[in-house]
């Protein structure tokens, strides 16, 4: 008896489990944008900022302008701890209303894109997943815009060769990633270049478990003496390359990172000492942007947002991105509802919208947020836009612009990207294929 | 009263050796079996079966595969995330090499992998026991996830070093792969689940598993009875990772469609471990009512403040989520340290005694 009382609890307890993935119809006015969050666990302080800077955006538009066209939108967060099986559960729980998936871990991205066939949701991972991605026939539902892992290779290549990778030649550089499929992503690309333009690649694997604890890598690249160092790091990671780098006093302007290893948190903690480190980035800190005197206005000092303002997170990097990803993301929603008409649109609709992009100076200039974000558009075969990056240079405060507009050198990105995603296509067959669009 | 063995008489031995001499239990499997099989299916959503339904019966199997070796044959394991991975990759190979193979089949041939490696893993236990035991097969999990990493042959040379699983039919449905619907994948996974825990009840019942028990009771005492140590243990081992691999193999194929290495790094080993303590050493039972604990119950309470319209952050929920679980288990293991299949063991006293105790 015990038992089936148990057994009426549970289902019950299921019941209203399952009755809470079901769509609540009273608040479809409103366009539900959940976002796979993670402000816990360990890589919790690198992605509190951004989840900042995504929520806060939303509420800059819900409280600035009434929502989007006059439609408020429903910002939503899931907690995955960038934990793989919280990610399927919060894209289960969440796909029913949602009209995209923001999966923010290369992981999770893994495990949905497949889905996004069959659910026909489009997944946006704004400079993160997989670099193939871009190719729009094979990948209809995932965007990476503005810049993908392999686009961010080539610069940071091309800048530190100051725009000639030929004169690499017999340099050595060591790639310090993360041991997992986003540390790994860049390096087919990588390894392609190193044989192509004769450089020395040394791959230097960092797994999960040594994040914090980095003394072995940095003891071979002490030995090895790499002319430059290229940091595929996340998280916990970040900071600890960067401290064993201050210790080992490998020269800070040879170490360079991806986006999101340019975190100011982990920089500030070395100060100085870290003075020349590189990131590249495809968003750029502006606190006197006129958008950032709105966000200032509407968000932080009416006490809607969650930013801790002491530590200067307002100036932040990661903050500033995090606003950066939500125009993205609002701006294919906006496209949607003109071209379709409507006030709320479909995931499909909103495919469309994100296939439609068009973020030129002058939009952004209209947004208030120029010189914040690289200009980029995207296209029905074009799902990443490739708008290039800029390199950031950290002055022993904060970061600063230090080049002009980078942008990638293509042509064994493309070929890489079309072998890769078919490749995707085949291990994954049937895998339709959007054959309308032309390149 | 709803629980009287009164008038329930055996009249053979047969009877008496019944999988459930009481008729009630038989009865109360039966309800649970209509739950499983009619009830749920027909009310769970797609969100159902794949936070809550399919994910606790594959970290049952697990925790069961787990809970043969150092539940019933006394041998303590840290390894078992990584005997999953063995599974898992070898099922994914399987498939890959042989892609008209039937799951099925690949499933259960996966296991004989798993199985191999968990016996030669299994030698030390031999000279060892208890805590350094433990210490030999944490080896085995770090070993194995490096390997996972490094051997690219086995996740096919796969840029992002994952593996990723294909569209699988099977007699004209598809049962794993992004395009398998979760209620098939539901009913594919209760099956498997069923008739392991079938078998696994049958093994650890009979002669085996009495040999098992001796082992784990008192292995001098068991080899002075004439019982093999080196069969027994090596059997165990292989029984344990059998299963494991399946639980394995179901866990990247029914449930998750992509996993790359680290997911079967330490932390799955321990959650495993978890369910089978908090469970119940020693029991079949247990790994259902833990799996239920820790894999089901915080999905339920996390969505809890949502469906009373509470307004929280997620975040604090599931901060929420872990201080609660954690008391749970903290309280469950005070009011039963033999876990919660023990806890059900009393209930079910207290009913059959129950209007009039002593």
Not at chain 1, 73 to 79: A, I, P
Not at chain 1, 200 to 225: C, D, H, K, Y
Not at chain 1, 413 to 433: G, R, S
Not at chain 2, 284 to 299: K, M, T
């Amino acid at each position: 008896m015990k038992r089936m009382l148990r057994n009426a609890i549970l289902s019950s307890a299921l019941l209203a489990a399952a009755s809470v993935a079901v769509p609540a119809v009273a608040q479809d006015e409103a366009i539900y944008i959940p976002n796979l969050a993670y402000r816990t666990g360990p890589f919790a302080a690198t992605g509190t900022p951004l989840m900042n800077g995504q929520r806060d955006y939303i509420t800059l538009l819900n409280e600035r302008d009434g929502g989007l066209n006059g439609v408020k939108l429903e910002y939503d967060e899931c907690e995955t701890g960038y934990n793989t099986e919280k990610g399927v559960e919060c894209y289960e729980k969440t796909k029913a209303r949602a009209v995209v998936t923001q999966p923010w871990s290369t992981g999770i991205t893994l495990q949905v894109l497949p889905k996004s066939n069959v659910d026909k949701i489009p997944i946006l991972a704004p400079g993160y997943g997989f670099s193939p991605m871009a190719d729009g026939k094979v990948f209809q539902w995932a965007y990476n815009p503005p810049s993908s892992y392999w686009d961010g290779a080539s610069m940071i290549l091309k800048n530190i060769s100051d725009g000639n990778l030929d004169s690499l030649k017999d340099k050595k550089i060591a790639f310090l990633h993360l041991d997992h499929p986003f540390g790994k992503e860049p390096l087919p690309l990588l390894e392609v270049l190193a044989e192509k333009h004769g450089f020395n690649l040394v791959p230097i694997p960092v797994g999960l478990t040594e994040m914090q604890n980095q003394s072995a890598q940095w003891l071979q690249i002490r030995r090895e003496r790499p002319d430059f160092v290229v940091m595929w790091g996340w998280g916990a990671m970040n900071a600890g390359a960067i401290t064993e780098a201050v210790k080992t006093k490998y020269p800070m302007d040879q170490f360079v990172g991806v986006w999101w290893s340019g975190h100011d948190g982990d920089l500030k903690l070395v100060g100085d000492q870290g003075k020349g480190y590189r990131s590249i980035s495809w968003s750029v800190p502006n606190s006197e942007a006129p958008l950032m005197a709105d966000i200032k206005k509407y968000v932080v000092d009416a006490g809607k947002s969650q930013i801790n303002q002491s530590e200067g997170e307002f100036d932040s990097v990661f903050y500033q991105r995090g606003l950066m990803i939500s125009v993205i993301l609002v701006e294919g929603i906006k496209a949607a509802q003109e071209e379709f008409d409507v006030r709320n649109p479909s995931p499909e609709q909103l495919r469309w919208g994100l296939e439609n992009i068009k973020l030129d100076e002058a939009r952004l200039k209209e947004l208030g947020a120029e010189g914040m974000l690289v200009p980029f558009s995207t296209s029905c075969a074009d799902h990443t836009g490739h708008g290039g990056g800029w390199m950031l240079q950290w002055d022993g405060a904060k970061f600063v612009k230090a080049s002009d507009l980078l942008t990638p050198d293509r042509t064994e990105i493309e070929k890489l990207e079309a072998e890769k995603a078919k490749e995707y296509a085949e291990a994954n067959a049937p895998w339709p294929v959007n054959e309308e669009c032309s390149m | 009263m709803f629980y009287r063995t009164a008038g329930q008489f055996k009249t053979s031995y047969q009877a008496d050796h019944a999988l459930f001499p009481v008729r009630q239990d038989a009865f109360l499997l039966g309800v649970i079996l209509i739950f499983a099989f009619v009830i749920f299916p027909l009310t769970a959503s797609e969100f159902t079966f794949r936070a809550l339904l399919i994910p606790v019966l594959i970290y049952s199997l697990a925790a069961l595969g787990l809970n043969i070796l150092t539940g019933y044959a006394g041998q303590l394991s840290l390894g078992t995330g990584a005997f999953m991975g063995v599974g898992a990759y070898a099922c994914y190979k399987l498939i890959t090499i042989f892609p008209e193979m039937n799951i099925v089949v690949a499933i259960a041939m996966s296991g004989f992998f798993s199985a191999a490696i968990g016996v030669l893993f299994g030698l030390p236990s031999l000279r060892i026991k208890g805590f350094y035991l433990a210490i030999a097969t944490l080896a085995a999990q770090f070993f194995l996830v490096w390997l996972f990493q490094k051997w690219a042959w086995l996740y096919n040379y796969n840029a992002s070093g994952a593996i990723q699983v294909p569209n699988i039919e099977m007699f004209g449905i598809t049962v794993a792969g992004p395009r398998a619907t979760a209620i098939t994948q539901y009913y594919f996974v209760l099956c498997v689940v069923c008739v392991i825990t079938f078998f696994a009840i049958n093994i650890t019942r009979g002669r085996i598993g009495r040999m098992w028990k001796a082992v784990r009771d008192m292995d001098i005492a068991a080899e002075l009875v004439g019982i093999n140590l080196m069969r027994s243990k090596l059997m165990a081992f292989f029984v344990s990772s059998y299963v494991v691999g399946i639980a394995g193999a179901l866990f990247v194929f029914l449930w998750r469609g992509a996993a790359e290495a680290n997911l079967f790094d330490i932390p799955l080993s321990f959650r495993v471990l978890f369910i089978a303590i908090i469970g119940g050493l020693g029991s079949i039972l247990g790994n259902f009512l833990g799996a239920i604990l820790i894999v089901a119950l915080p999905v339920i309470i996390g969505s809890v403040p949502q469906a009373f319209g509470i307004p929280l952050d997620s975040a604090m929920v599931e901060h929420l989520n872990i201080m609660i679980i954690g008391a749970l288990i903290i309280a469950f293991l005070i009011i039963e340290p033999h876990g919660l299949a023990r806890f059900w063991a009393m209930i079910r006293e207290k009913f059959i005694l129950w209007p009039f105790p002593h």
